[in-house]
């Protein structure tokens, strides 16, 4: 399988890979396309580790294939062009995000929504137009459609902005889409992860009344004095929960664990909004009676169109909303992982693939 991930296209590449269910990475040669008439080659320089890449790598979605190069939140610059590219030059900062593809036909094309496009091809793991199979961001070169590029503005690191290429607009986009983004409104956002802080930092900027809503108490110093949030609430408290009941305009839950609904949706005024970006694995209970009593809504979001994903960079280079990273490099991807899965990060890992990618690694 290796060696036919190496010939199928001609530009050679090099990453780490898993090859099974165990999750472990370790270094992998593979091939590029080359660079199609729409297409944009990049040097990878940055790729933050996503919460889903630890799902992705062990399977637990079902929907992997192997050998998996993960990584969908790519920074780096612009190396070659296609001859019918009009958006970028050589040398231009670049990031490629969650995916490389859509039918470009659709309803949902046609309205910059491609993420909903029902023929979306996420940017790894995933069947690609020519029947080969995509590899993401851990990785030293990247090729991808233009669509699928956005600028990034000179003011934010590469670095900083790997991590909003996902956590990033999918905080953005619900507080938009749900017209959370009225300055004034009490938004309340469920953990404070690599998704919640990226939330604090959006509703802040946007002019909102903003409480984490959280399981740890030893997070709330953090939460206020360093994200900036107004307030914060130890969601096990019955006491400090009660207090807050009915004030919140929307929440943005950001929580893949199992946990309950109903607590959340007392939290809402009536017609408030409890919006979904993270994907608890089990199915969640919404009593019909806490939805009618106060006409409240229950929504989700995944990721944003190429559109907005720009709309959101620009607007975090003009108010200065950057990601908690840790810079990692490249042989310490497994360990990050690890400490992951614990939560053991603020607030997300940015992995330095241009300067600790070594062949030899």
Same mark, same amino acid.
């Given at each position: 399988?290796?060696?036919?991930?190496?010939?199928?296209?001609?530009?050679?590449?090099?990453?780490?890979?898993?090859?099974?269910?165990?999750?472990?990475?370790?270094?992998?040669?593979?091939?590029?396309?080359?660079?199609?008439?729409?297409?944009?080659?990049?040097?990878?320089?940055?790729?933050?580790?996503?919460?889903?890449?630890?799902?992705?790598?062990?399977?637990?979605?079902?929907?992997?294939?192997?050998?998996?190069?993960?990584?969908?939140?790519?920074?780096?610059?612009?190396?070659?062009?296609?001859?019918?590219?009009?958006?970028?030059?050589?040398?231009?900062?670049?990031?490629?995000?969650?995916?490389?593809?859509?039918?470009?036909?659709?309803?949902?094309?046609?309205?910059?929504?491609?993420?909903?496009?029902?023929?979306?091809?996420?940017?790894?793991?995933?069947?690609?137009?020519?029947?080969?199979?995509?590899?993401?961001?851990?990785?030293?070169?990247?090729?991808?459609?233009?669509?699928?590029?956005?600028?990034?503005?000179?003011? +934010?690191?590469?670095?900083?902005?790997?991590?909003?290429?996902?956590?990033?607009?999918?905080?953005?986009?619900?507080?938009?889409?749900?017209?959370?983004?009225?300055?004034?409104?009490? +938004?309340?956002?469920?953990?404070?992860?690599?998704?919640?802080?990226?939330?604090?930092?959006?509703?802040?900027?946007?002019?909102?009344?903003?409480?984490?809503?959280?399981?740890?108490?030893?997070?709330?110093?953090?939460?206020?004095?360093?994200?900036?949030?107004?307030?914060?609430?130890?969601?096990?408290?019955?006491?400090?929960?009660?207090?807050?009941?009915?004030?919140?305009?929307? +929440?943005?839950?950001?929580?893949?664990?199992?946990?309950?609904?109903?607590?959340?949706?007392?939290?809402?005024?009536?017609?408030?909004?409890?919006?979904?970006?993270?994907?608890?694995?089990?199915?969640?209970?919404?009593?019909?009676?806490?939805?009618?009593?106060?006409?409240?809504?229950?929504?989700?979001?995944? +990721?944003?169109?190429?559109?907005?994903?720009?709309?959101?960079?620009?607007?975090?280079?003009?108010?200065?909303?950057?990601?908690?990273?840790?810079?990692?490099?490249?042989?310490?991807?497994?360990?990050?992982?690890?400490?992951?899965?614990?939560?053991?990060?603020?607030?997300?890992?940015?992995?330095?693939?241009?300067?600790?990618?070594?062949?030899?690694?």
């Amino acid at each position: 399988m290796g060696s036919e991930a190496e010939t199928e296209h001609p530009n050679k590449a090099f990453g780490w890979a898993a090859r099974d269910t165990s999750g472990i990475l370790s270094p992998f040669n593979f091939s590029r396309r080359a660079t199609g008439e729409k297409d944009v080659a990049i040097k990878v320089m940055y790729c933050g580790i996503c919460h889903s890449d630890l799902h992705m790598l062990k399977n637990e979605w079902s929907c992997s294939i192997y050998p998996i190069v993960p990584g969908h939140e790519i920074a780096g610059v612009v190396t070659e062009l296609g001859s019918k590219v009009q958006k970028f030059k050589v040398g231009d900062r670049v990031g490629v995000g969650c995916m490389v593809g859509s039918c470009n036909s659709c309803q949902n094309c046609s309205e910059d929504l491609e993420n909903y496009c029902s023929k979306m091809i996420l940017t790894y793991s995933a069947k690609y137009v020519d029947g080969t199979i995509t590899y993401g961001g851990y990785s030293d070169s990247m090729v991808a459609d233009e669509r699928f590029v956005v600028r990034i503005p000179d003011s +934010i690191p590469l670095d900083a902005a790997a991590p909003l290429l996902c956590a990033g607009i999918t905080v953005y986009s619900p507080l938009k889409y749900y017209g959370l983004d009225k300055p004034g409104l009490h +938004i309340g956002v469920v953990g404070l992860g690599g998704l919640g802080h990226m939330a604090v930092k959006f509703a802040k900027a946007l002019g909102l009344k903003v409480t984490v809503i959280s399981t740890s108490p030893n997070k709330k110093k953090e939460a206020i004095e360093h994200m900036g949030a107004d307030s914060f609430v130890v969601s096990r408290e019955q006491d400090e929960m009660m207090a807050v009941m009915g004030t919140f305009d929307g +929440i943005i839950d950001t929580v893949s664990a199992d946990h309950s609904l109903v607590p959340l949706i007392g939290l809402l005024k009536a017609h408030g909004k409890l919006v979904m970006v993270g994907a608890p694995e089990k199915p969640l209970e919404v009593p019909a009676f806490s939805l009618l009593t106060g006409r409240k809504m229950v929504g989700g979001s995944a +990721i944003g169109g190429m559109k907005e994903t720009q709309e959101m960079i620009d607007f975090a280079a003009k108010h200065d909303v950057k990601p908690d990273i840790e810079v990692i490099e490249m042989d310490y991807v497994n360990t990050a992982m690890e400490r992951l899965l614990k939560a053991d990060v603020k607030y997300r890992f940015v992995i330095d693939i241009g300067n600790t990618l070594k062949p030899s690694s």
